[in-house]
């Protein structure tokens, strides 16, 4: 394990999904899945976005859509929360749904919407 990357990785996901929602996931590791938590941080959150090439809210923006495309509902929740933490406001979150709907179908549009409102609703943006 690379402990700067790691460092960097750790620093990277607490930033954008909350120390709190970071912490209780290290604390609830096991011997069954500490090492991908541990990999995880290093390389998705670490090289991936420890990267500065691209910025967190653009980054926020590319993994809506990927996560949406994937159909890992309870990741694109996670990370719409992250995304309104760097920035990616309520008007570029409706432009985002409607690029999922015409690239992913209207039916996975209609679930990212319905999981947005009550994101959107909890945060006090609608």
């Known amino acids: 394990m690379d402990k700067e990357l790691f460092e960097l ?3 990277k996901r607490k930033a954008t999904l909350g ?7 290290l604390e609830a590791a096991d011997d069954f899945n500490e090492d991908f ?10 090289f ?3 990267d500065d090439t691209i910025n967190e809210k653009t980054r926020s ?13 309870d990741e694109w929740e996670i990370h719409l929360k992250g995304a309104l933490t760097n920035g990616v406001s309520k008007d570029e979150i409706k432009s985002i749904l409607h690029v999922i709907a015409i690239y992913c179908g ?11 409102r009550k994101v959107l609703e909890n945060a006090g943006e609608i």
């Open 61 to 73: 923006m590319m993994n809506l859509t990927m996560i949406a495309a994937l159909g890992k509902m």
């Open 9 to 11: 990785g750790l620093s």
């Open 37 to 46: 938590q541990k990999q995880m941080t290093e390389w998705c959150w670490g």
């Open 48 to 50: 991936g976005w420890g």
């Open 106 to 116: 209207v039916p996975q549009g209609v679930e990212c919407f319905k999981i947005a």
């Open 19 to 25: 120390s709190d929602y970071v912490e209780k996931n």
